[in-house]
């Protein structure tokens, strides 16, 4: 609870600081004008994000495919336009590039990634799709005979399987 309001109280000191620059470079009229303008912007970004992540969703259980893609892309397009509609130049800068498609999807990916750190193997592949998983094997018992593997001692998801988009292709498949 301290860090959360620690880091609330550091953003709206870097807000007001910010604003206050943004005052004496262009005139107070002229920013209070702007932070309005891109909090408006936000508002109807918002309706528009989230309607359109609904949509999204909604295609893609319909079809069957795993819903993880759509439904990080909308969570951080709707996180991009709540930072653009609350009032601050900071945040509505952020706002406005997690609203840029290639940061977007970037953003997407690193969520994405640790969400699949967070969860097991089976869950990543039900929210994602199919993954690739790297396995470490541990040393082979004194009682294992030779050239067996030893017992999988740890393992983590390397990325989606081949075929899936994002992912390799198949060996079959013509380049």
Do not use: C
Request: hydrophobic fraction near 50%; charge should be positive.
């Amino acid at each position: 609870m301290g860090r959360v309001f620690l880091a609330g109280l550091a953003m709206a000191v870097a807000e007001v600081g910010a604003f206050i620059l943004l005052g004496r470079f262009i005139g107070f009229g002229w920013a209070v004008l702007l932070i309005l303008a891109a909090s408006l912007a936000g508002a109807l970004l918002l309706q528009r994000e989230s309607v359109e992540a609904w949509r999204k969703l909604r295609e893609v259980l319909r079809a069957g495919r795993p819903p993880g893609a759509q439904f990080v892309d909308g969570l951080v397009g709707l996180v991009g336009a709540v930072l653009l509609a609350v009032p601050g130049l900071l945040t509505g800068v952020l706002g406005g590039l997690l609203l840029v498609p290639p940061v977007r999807r970037l953003v997407g990916r690193r969520v994405e990634r640790r969400a699949e750190r967070r969860l097991s193997s089976a869950a990543a592949g039900d929210l994602f799709g199919p993954r690739r998983v790297r396995v470490y094997r541990g040393e082979p018992r004194a009682d294992q005979p030779a050239g067996e593997p030893g017992p999988t001692i740890e393992g983590e998801i390397v990325g989606p399987a081949a075929g899936e988009p994002g992912g390799p292709r198949p060996a079959h498949e013509e380049r």
